[in-house]
């Protein structure tokens, strides 16, 4: 290979080399933190906008993979037969265990599993201080399949959700 060809072309190489590895490692920033990681979605510059169904049986498909998503809230049906702004959306997840469900308003969340059954968080807290977006976060343990997520009823017109796997396997990002 030519000297010149070769000074010109290893510091660019090294350059794309450095930057594959980064995109590679994508969201393993904080591993040691799995909520940290799920504030940094929920952070992130743009997302994905949904409006959600008014029902069960037009609720919208919601990703579950690192992306936060845009909701837009509308005149929905609660179990009461009341009604309200909020919605209907399905998730399907691909691997069961621990989920982190992020949102923006304080406003009723819930989750039923593949059978219908109606999924008691683990725990509900406070978003912590380093994501100030979110207002709450709910944990669950989802089996693997489709389940219904319902938001509301609520004031708002809208809020912006993450749900997000709190175990990683080093190779899904």
């Keep these: 290979m030519n000297w010149n060809l070769r000074k010109t072309l290893m510091p660019w190489l090294g350059s794309a080399l450095t930057a594959v590895t980064l995109l590679a490692a ?40 690192h992306e936060r998503i845009d909701l837009t809230f509308v005149e929905a049906e ?12 399905a998730v399907a997840i691909d691997a069961a265990g621990d989920w982190a469900v992020l949102i923006s308003e304080d406003t009723p969340v819930e989750v039923r599993g593949p059978n219908g059954a109606v999924l008691a968080p683990e725990s509900t807290q406070t978003a912590p201080a380093a994501c100030p977006a979110a207002v709450k976060v709910l944990t669950f343990e989802l089996a693997v399949g489709k389940h219904a997520v319902r938001i509301g009823p609520s004031t708002a017109s809208g809020a912006k959700l993450l749900i997000e796997r709190l175990e990683h396997d080093e190779d899904a990002h």
């Design 78 to 89: 609660f179990d009461s037969g009341s009604k309200g702004l909020g919605g209907h959306g």
């Design 26 to 65: 994508g969201c393993a920033d904080d591993h040691g933190d799995p909520l940290a990681e799920a504030c940094g979605h929920f952070t992130a510059q743009g997302g994905v906008a949904r409006t959600l169904g008014a029902d069960a049986t037009s609720a919208v498909d919601l990703p579950a993979a």
